[in-house]
T-cell receptor, first 113, second 114 residues
Framework: GAGVSQTPSNKVTEKGKYVELRCDPI?????LYWYRQSLGQGPEFLIYFQGTGAADDSGLPNDRFFAVRPEGSVSTLKIQRTERGDSAVYLCASSSGPLYEQYFGPGTRLTVT | QQQVKQSPQSLIVQKGGISIINCAYE??????FPWYQQFPGKGPALLIA?????SEKKEGRFTISFNKSAKQFSLHIMDSQPGDSATYFCAARGYGGATNKLIFGTGTLLAVQP
């Protein structure tokens, strides 16, 4: 079946602009995660959804970052007033339940100029 | 306490050799330890995972060894092939509470020479 998909694959934006990154999880997966991966580093947790609600948003770095999952499927990560330090690969993962394996999408490479 | 320490940072192995990557953790609440493989430009792909109630798990050429008392676990890749050249990440997940986030190591860049 189809895996986790993320769009766009690449996004270049200017400092101060607003961006939205989209994640389509594996069909039927109730749990969805966002991670951020900087160059040469492992993924770092941002936020976890179980269904429509954010069960843990402790990894969001500041209030410029926000994520939604209104219907319990597709999720959007929103970044306001982007900064150069936000440049990274944003990864989405999903699992069939909270204690099951997490499957990652290909990521969105965000570059803030 | 939430960190997972991974070594080595990079590894060069000859084709047919054994690749060994090590990880250590401190938080005894971790209950699930997966390994991910990542190729350039791709997302991490789940390779193999273990829970702390077993000391070893083998899937094909990949084996996880787990030492609960030492709070260490390692990935062994037997008969390493050039196609195994990738970055490998260990991770750990805490049990219970509202989160099931994975804590990742810093990665090991493996190069298998033909």
């Amino acid at each position: 079946g189809a895996g986790v998909s993320q769009t766009p694959s690449n996004k270049v934006t200017e400092k101060g602009k607003y961006v939205e990154l989209r994640c389509d999880p594996i069909s039927g997966h109730t749990a969805l995660y966002w991670y951020r991966q900087s160059l040469g580093q492992g993924p770092e947790f941002l936020i976890y959804f179980q269904g429509t609600g954010a069960a843990d948003d402790s990894g969001l770095p500041n209030d410029r970052f926000f994520a939604v999952r209104p219907e319990g499927s597709v999720s959007t990560l929103k970044i306001q007033r982007t900064e150069r330090g936000d440049s990274a690969v944003y990864l989405c993962a999903s699992s069939s339940g909270p204690l099951y394996e997490q499957y990652f999408g290909p990521g969105t490479r965000l570059t803030v100029t | 306490q939430q960190q997972v320490k991974q070594s080595p940072q990079s590894l060069i192995v000859q084709k047919g050799g054994i690749s060994i990557i090590n990880c250590a953790y401190e938080n005894t609440a971790f209950d699930y330890f997966p390994w991910y493989q990542q190729f350039p430009g791709k997302g991490p792909a789940l390779l193999i995972a273990i829970r702390p109630d077993v000391s070893e798990k083998k899937e094909g050429r990949f084996t996880i060894s787990f030492n609960k008392s030492a709070k260490q676990f390692s990935l062994h890749i037997m008969d390493s092939q050039p196609g195994d050249s990738a970055t490998y990440f260990c991770a750990a997940r805490g049990y219970g509470g509202a989160t099931n986030k994975l804590i990742f190591g810093t990665g090991t860049l493996l190069a298998v020479q033909p």
